[in-house]
């Protein structure tokens, strides 16, 4: 109570002018964020005009809005069926995503092994290695082993290549929660495992909300490994479908606009459903309570 | 040996985590089950295009007819667009597992021979002579190592054309396009009064400065002998006048301000999008472009356009009217492929796929085929896609220095460009790099 009396006096009392810097501040902002807004608005209305319309003025307004983009490029992909695979490739790998990393991030956060300090360097040095250097290894090995060209193939790399970011929060989250609540659950007779999942897991519930999301708009829109390890048509993933919408020498721009827009609308539901969520678990064990 | 390139080390790794593993899979997917013969084939033409690209649209043709004369042959088709094409295939050639037949740019030929990754289809191509004889003049040349055709073309036309707005010349007193380069400059000054830039330009790509001005350029200063002589390392050089006065002649351009200012930042596609837009009188590209005009451009841009080349230069060596051009892309046949039945399945489906049928519909529907589609129905065309492919048919094909050169040269030059449209460099400082890189090139053991 005293401290925030303390705070209020020492406000400054409310201006008529506003601050010349914090308005600067704030204009330049406010220009960061038109930055990113005018983009998504201009594929927002480009994918209503026709080609002809889009060649002859990029910035202009759709004269008369052509909603059949959308059908032609829903007709075009095949999105119904490039989404479900995405979906189900991007829901399976997020699932295990987060279990392993739960599982891993707890253990480095509360056991000491031999070791520990290498296994965490090793999980650390999976962010640095480029997808690209390993994309021919990987592809041997796929097709060596007849992993490839199968409706599960993407969800094995997408597991392993995502694990690093996740392990290293949930760890982090771990350590932020006192120990004396597992001390009582041991206490009480609870096993180490039984530990984990009953009494840690409910509260990492929303570290692991974060993961999942994160993960999810990571899978969601690879293109790499979706490109090399699929032949088969019918097992192509949205951000391939984009592809439809180019040839050698020119771009249907308002259909792969529509596209597009058709390809983000998951992500961005899932984002605004969720972004709250996402906020608070990217914050949650940065501070150590 | 020393020449063999990353994809070499690639492949070395490859092929010991191939023993590593032991399979013996891939074998097994090699053999035929009984005697239906399945043929895998990756390329970069897709059913999406069909209607808008004239390769898309008489390649898959061929390919549909040849699955309905051939119904017991089953063919794994995989389609892919352009850029995705490239770096799957240079994956799965690093782990030596390309279908059996896949399409090799011309400028990845040279590697995918040293590497054996194709088979030489001579022997083939002479059971068939009357397809093979049938392809322009030039055409097979990007897809020929030391006499041994390795690639059949699909699509050739030159690199170099210049659409321009007619209405747009005549109204600064031009009837047709500026047939010498003073009233070429003339022109551009003009044009400047009224706001208007000369040319659009988008190099962002790098690669199109090469492909569409400097090939061409630099034939019609220096004669198709001065490139055969650099391609051989008999003592032509880049520090030559000619080329220099080549890229000279551009960098006037840009520095006069005829061109428009962000011509290194935006594509091929913009700088179409400024000719539509009006903000540009011309622009040069390869033959490709003149569908695009018809499909996308506004009415009265699509009606007032029309086609021609740079104007010839004086002194030059070259024909004043070549255009650079040729067969950019070709089909190859997996090495691992053996002669037989399966060998011989494939060739047909070549000849569907790249041969006289495909080659007339791809004429009909405003291409530029590798194989010489003889008399065909130009009734439907546009004026202005019939005016490209009779420019382009006119013209003299030089060789596309990209194809050609080595790729060390050819990225020099690509980057060096840049800086001297930017105004950064000068020509002789770019000629003069290239010269070094040239020369590192012929020192190589």
């Given at each position: 109570m005293e401290l925030q009396l303390e705070l209020q006096s020492q406000r400054s009392p409310r201006r008529f002018f506003p601050n010349p810097a914090k308005l600067a501040v704030n204009a330049l902002l406010l220009l960061f964020t038109a930055s990113c807004i005018i983009p998504l608005l201009w594929i927002g209305y480009s994918s209503l005009k026709t080609q002809a319309e889009f060649a002859n003025n990029i910035l202009s307004l759709p004269s008369a809005p052509q909603f059949s983009n959308y059908w032609e490029a829903i007709k075009l992909t095949n999105m119904l069926q490039l989404s479900w695979n995405s979906a189900r490739v991007t829901f399976l790998s997020v699932i295990g995503i987060t279990a392993i990393a739960y599982v891993t991030g707890y253990i480095t956060a509360r056991l000491d092994f031999k070791g520990k300090r290498a296994m965490i360097f090793y999980y650390l040095f999976g962010m640095l290695v480029p997808i690209h250097a390993l994309l021919v290894p990987i592809y041997l090995l796929f097709k060596n082993w007849g992993l490839a060209d199968q409706w599960y193939t993407l969800i094995i790399p997408y597991i392993a290549f995502n694990l690093s970011l996740p392990i290293m929060l949930v760890s982090s989250y771990v350590m932020g929660i006192p120990r004396e609540i597992e001390e009582a659950a041991a206490i009480d007779g609870l096993s180490f495992s039984g530990t984990m999942y009953r009494i840690i897991l409910p509260i990492a519930v929303p570290v692991l909300t974060t993961v999942a999301i994160l993960q999810f708009f990571s899978c969601w829109n690879e293109f790499s490994f979706a490109l090399v390890l699929l032949n088969d048509e019918s097992l192509r993933t949205v951000p391939l479908g984009m592809s439809y919408f180019k040839s050698q020498h020119s771009t249907n721009y308002p259909q792969l606009m529509a596209g597009m827009i058709l390809s983000m609308l998951p992500v961005t539901i899932i984002y605004f459903v969720f972004s709250s969520r996402i906020i608070a678990g990217v914050m949650s064990g940065a501070i150590k309570g | 040996?020393?020449?063999?390139?990353?994809?070499?080390?690639?492949?070395?790794?490859?092929?010991?985590?191939?023993?590593?593993?032991?399979?013996?899979?891939?074998?097994?997917?090699?053999?035929?089950?009984?005697?239906?013969?399945?043929?895998?084939?990756?390329?970069?033409?897709?059913?999406?295009?069909?209607?808008?690209?004239?390769?898309?649209?008489?390649?898959?043709?061929?390919?549909?007819?040849?699955?309905?004369?051939?119904?017991?042959?089953?063919?794994?088709?995989?389609?892919?667009?352009?850029?995705?094409?490239?770096?799957?295939?240079?994956?799965?050639?690093?782990?030596?597992?390309?279908?059996?037949?896949?399409?090799?740019?011309?400028?990845?030929?040279?590697?995918?021979?040293?590497?054996?990754?194709?088979?030489?289809?001579?022997?083939?191509?002479?059971?068939?002579?009357?397809?093979?004889?049938?392809?322009?003049?030039?055409?097979?040349?990007?897809?020929?190592?030391?006499?041994?055709?390795?690639?059949?073309?699909?699509?050739?036309?030159p690199t170099h054309l210049i659409y321009y707005n007619a209405d747009l010349f005549a109204s600064i007193g031009y009837d047709q396009f500026?047939?010498?380069?003073?009233?070429?400059?003339?022109?551009?000054?003009?044009?400047?009064?009224?706001?208007?830039?000369?040319?659009?330009?988008?190099?962002?790509?790098?690669?199109?400065?090469?492909?569409?001005?400097?090939?061409?350029?630099?034939?019609?200063?220096?004669?198709?002998?001065?490139?055969?002589?650099?391609?051989?390392?008999?003592?032509?050089?880049?520090?030559?006048?000619?080329?220099?006065?080549?890229?000279?002649?551009?960098?006037?351009?840009?520095?006069?301000?005829?061109?428009?200012?962000?011509?290194?930042?935006?594509?091929?596609?913009?700088?179409?999008?400024?000719?539509?837009?009006?903000?540009?009188?011309?622009?040069?590209?390869?033959?490709?472009?003149?569908?695009?005009?018809?499909?996308?451009?506004?009415?009265?841009?699509?009606?007032?356009?029309?086609?021609?080349?740079?104007?010839?230069?004086?002194?030059?060596l070259g024909n004043p009217l070549s255009s650079s051009g040729g067969a950019g892309v070709y089909y190859s046949v997996n090495s691992g492929v053996e002669a037989g039945e399966k060998l011989d399945a494939i060739m047909t489906m070549l000849e569907y796929m790249t041969g006289s049928d495909s080659a007339k519909l791809m004429a009909e529907v405003g291409g530029f085929p590798a194989y010489d589609p003889g008399d065909f129905d130009t009734g439907k065309l546009h004026p202005v896609a019939l005016a490209a492919y009779e420019a382009s048919a006119a013209a003299d094909a030089t060789k596309i220095f990209d194809l050609w050169f080595d790729a060390s040269i050819v990225e020099v030059l690509n980057t060096g460009i840049q800086g001297v449209m930017a105004g950064s460099r000068t020509p002789e400082q770019l000629a003069e790099e290239t010269q070094q890189a040239y020369e590192t090139f012929l020192n190589q053991p």
């Open positions: - | 040996m020393n020449k063999r390139s990353f994809m070499l080390g690639l492949m070395v790794v490859a092929s010991s985590v191939l023993s590593a593993c032991g399979s013996g899979e891939n074998e097994e997917s090699a053999a035929e089950s009984g005697n239906t013969i399945t043929i895998s084939l990756m390329h970069r033409y897709q059913e999406s295009n069909i209607g808008k690209s004239p390769e898309d649209t008489a390649v898959l043709d061929g390919l549909k007819r040849f699955r309905e004369d051939y119904p017991d042959i089953e063919i794994i088709e995989e389609q892919l667009q352009n850029e995705d094409y490239s770096i799957k295939a240079q994956a799965l050639a690093a782990a030596d597992d390309m279908p059996d037949v896949f399409i090799v740019p011309g400028s990845w030929m040279t590697n995918f021979v040293d590497n054996e990754i194709v088979l030489p289809l001579d022997k083939e191509l002479d059971k068939r002579p009357e397809w093979r004889d049938g392809y322009r003049a030039g055409t097979l040349d990007a897809g020929t190592r030391e006499g041994q055709i390795y690639g059949i073309p699909i699509a050739a036309g500026p047939a010498s380069w003073t009233d070429l400059m003339d022109a551009g000054d003009k044009l400047a009064e009224k706001g208007i830039n000369l040319f659009s330009y988008g190099d962002k790509s790098k690669g199109y400065a090469m492909s569409s001005w400097i090939s061409a350029l630099t034939d019609r200063i220096n004669g198709p002998e001065w490139t055969e002589s650099i391609l051989n390392g008999d003592g032509a050089k880049f520090t030559d006048e000619g080329f220099i006065q080549g890229i000279g002649i551009m960098s006037e351009l840009a520095k006069a301000g005829y061109l428009n200012k962000d011509l290194n930042s935006v594509d091929n596609d913009t700088m179409v999008n400024y000719y539509f837009e009006g903000r540009s009188a011309a622009f040069v590209s390869g033959i490709w472009s003149a569908m695009n005009i018809v499909n996308n451009a506004p009415d009265e841009i699509k009606a007032s356009t029309r086609v021609a080349v740079f104007p010839g230069v004086e002194n030059g």
